[in-house]
């Protein structure tokens, strides 16, 4: 089946340390965003790639950096420069064609800083 | 700039009966689509209607519908018949006008609780 994978489900961070969420993609899509949600909140974007090797910053990617060195695949890195990275953190892409552009969402990564 | 609103924190409705979310949105692109997902307890967001500015006629698929006011910048999620299952967050969300520009911009949601 077709999909967006996130990995991990739940993910702990000690102050200071980078982590990496994972984001996979079996759509065929051409674009890849990265969200971040806050309880109570909707969604902002971080960083968006619509195509291979070139991606974008977004409302909020002060200390956060992503790489898009395949089409499947798009990582976010929180680094320790992210005052506040605890948050629910969505992956998502869409085809770049279609007039209907609707996005498709992964399950989320619950990051918490201990 | 995009600014979605979602003045509605939560509601509450009765099994079996019809409701109605709000969204209005403010924009300065003549061309924009506009989405309504659902988010369940889960945190996964699901897709459920599109509306095109330049759709003639309101979108509907299943029991959603959507009631576009143009004039009034405003996209209501109508579900008809609501369903226990209905239970979730509902997010309003308008894309950019620029090709290519996949961004969304969504509002702060709105808490769905059907009784049975």
């Known amino acids: 089946d077709g999909g967006i994978t996130q990995s991990p489900k739940y993910l702990f961070r000690k102050e200071g340390q980078n982590v990496t969420l994972s984001c996979e993609q079996n759509?065929?899509?051409?674009?890849m965003y990265w969200y971040r949600q806050d309880p109570g909140q909707g969604l902002r974007l971080i960083y968006y790639?619509?195509?291979?090797?070139?991606?974008q910053k977004g409302d909020i990617a002060e200390g956060y950096s992503v790489s898009r060195e395949k089409k499947e695949s798009f990582p976010l890195t929180v680094t320790s420069a992210q005052k506040n990275p605890t948050a629910f953190y969505l992956c998502?892409?869409?085809?770049?064609?279609?007039?209907?552009?609707?996005?498709?969402f992964g399950p989320g990564t619950r990051l918490t800083v201990l | 700039a995009q600014k979605i609103t979602q003045t509605q924190p939560g509601m509450f409705v009765q099994e079996k009966e019809a409701v109605t979310l709000d969204c209005t949105y403010d924009t300065s692109d003549q061309s924009y689509g506009l989405f309504w997902y659902k988010q369940p307890s889960s945190g996964e967001m699901i897709f459920l209607i599109y509306q095109g500015s330049y759709d003639e006629q309101n979108a509907t698929e299943g029991r959603y519908s959507l009631n576009f006011q143009k004039a009034r910048k405003s996209a209501n999620l109508v579900i008809s018949a609501s369903q226990l299952g209905d239970s979730a967050m509902y997010f309003c969300a308008m894309r950019g006008a620029l090709f290519g520009n996949e961004k969304l911009t969504f509002g702060t949601g709105t808490r769905l609780t059907i009784i049975p």
């Open positions: 998502a892409s869409s085809m770049m064609a279609s007039g209907r552009r609707k996005q498709f």
């Open positions: 790639s619509q195509i291979v090797n070139d991606f």
């Open positions: 759509l065929n899509h051409d674009a």
